[in-house]
């Protein structure tokens, strides 16, 4: 592992595994989204240490509260901020004072606003920098590990444990796609809501799936890339480890002008996206149902080892059809070797084709379906 990706594991550790996190925010009122995340926290059942900071409480949720963040007995491993866009570059600075590595900002009114808030998001950048601070958002509504039970988030539901992790800019999006895969029955290994990207970007967050033994596909929706050549070029390296499942939004020049104002995102010629995909091996989905069901798929379906198919089919017509499909995708319809034809000849009546696509119709047996499927797949020029 290079020092690069090892680095990155470190402050991806302590994002997503830490063993005390600080809500800077926290409130006992319900109507606060400090109390939302403070409370998210504890229902969640976060076994490590919770510090609220609050200086006008000194209990929050029944958990004691401090001051500030440098008033903390300890270096939080995680830091996750809910005070208004102002209070933020001091708690930064807090934060560097007592020598945090890594914060959540939930806060919104920053680049996506312009202006103001513009000047803002950059005092904070050069803060973090200064005081090596990686930080998640701002503008964003928080992340999720099911499997560590820890759950700085703002929406009320929690995910089950599972395979799928999601990088998403948008922190609803990340929570209907989360239920969407709970209403398979199946679970998240880790979500993240990147918001505005000012920091830590969502190739930083592929990288670090990659290596990521919870993790088997990772699902994204991007409304605009920071530095598109550098998660072209990760992405390129991650697909070849992991299914990586894009849905991209803005390609028109509405929704670019609303990815814009929602987190501050600069519009990229879909064309240009769409050959970025296909190079580096990125499977693009319009909705999010595709982003959904093709992650599943992927889970319970091995990645190809290459680009070569064999088509069984039910029909001739449906041959043609499929056959044109796999090669408008780039995929390579093999010709079989001799030595294939001959052991399908074995489970195949006299008559079949002898080709690829492969033809059931006209009387193979339904017992011999399984053995010409894993003929298929014995072949050497076959992957899939």
């Known amino acids: 592992m290079c020092t690069e990706v090892k680095e990155s594991v470190a402050y991806m550790k302590l994002l997503f595994e830490p063993s005390s996190v600080a809500v800077v925010g926290a409130s006992n009122d319900q109507s606060k989204w400090g109390y939302r995340v403070m409370s998210n926290i504890l229902r969640g059942g976060f076994e490590g240490k919770v ?22 007995p300890e270096v939080p491993d995680l830091v996750v901020i809910v005070v208004p866009p102002p209070a933020v570059p001091q708690v930064m600075r807090d934060c560097a004072a007592k020598g945090v590595k890594v914060a959540v900002v939930i806060t919104a009114g920053f680049a996506e606003i312009g202006g103001e808030g513009e000047r ?6 050069e803060i973090a920098r200064g005081a090596g601070i990686r930080f998640v958002g701002p503008n964003c509504l928080g992340i999720m590990n099911p499997h560590h039970k820890l759950h700085p988030q703002m929406p009320a539901e929690f995910a089950r444990p599972g395979p799928l992790a999601i990088i998403s800019q948008s922190g609803n999006i990340m929570n209907t796609v989360s239920r ?22 969502a190739e930083d967050y592929l990288e670090y799936f990659a290596h990521d033994q919870q993790t088997k596909v990772i699902l994204c929706y991007i409304e605009g890339f920071k530095d598109g050549a550098r998660f072209f070029r990760i992405a390129k390296e991650v697909s070849r480890q992991k299914p990586i499942v894009l849905l991209k939004a803005g390609e028109t020049p509405a929704g670019a002008r609303a990815a814009h104002s929602h987190t501050a995102s600069l519009a990229v010629p879909d064309a240009i996206v769409q050959a970025m995909c296909k190079q580096a091996g990125i499977i693009r989905v319009s909705t999010l149902d595709e982003l959904v069901d093709t992650g599943i798929a992927f889970l319970r379906q091995p990645i190809p080892k290459g680009r070569r198919v064999a088509i069984i089919t039910g029909g001739g ?13 780039g995929l390579d319809v093999v010709t079989l070797p001799k030595e294939t034809i001959e052991e399908l000849d074995a489970y195949m009546p006299a008559w ?18 399984l053995k010409v499927v894993e003929a298929l797949l014995r072949c050497p020029v076959v992957d899939g």
Not at 120 to 125: D, F, M, T
């Open 120 to 125: 803002l998001q950059q005092e904070i950048v």
């Open 317 to 329: 017509g449906w041959g043609v059809l499929t056959a044109d499909a796999c090669a408008k995708l």
């Open 180 to 201: 969407l895969i709970d209403t398979m029955g199946l679970g998240i290994s880790k979500a993240v809501s990147i918001g505005n990207q000012a920091d830590i970007r």
């Open 352 to 369: 079949w084709n002898r080709g690829n696509p492969v033809d059931f119709v006209g009387g193979t047996p339904r017992e011999n379906h």
């Open 51 to 72: 510090y609220p900071v609050n200086p006008g409480s000194p209990e929050v949720l029944g958990v004691k509260s401090y001051p500030r963040v440098v008033d903390i």
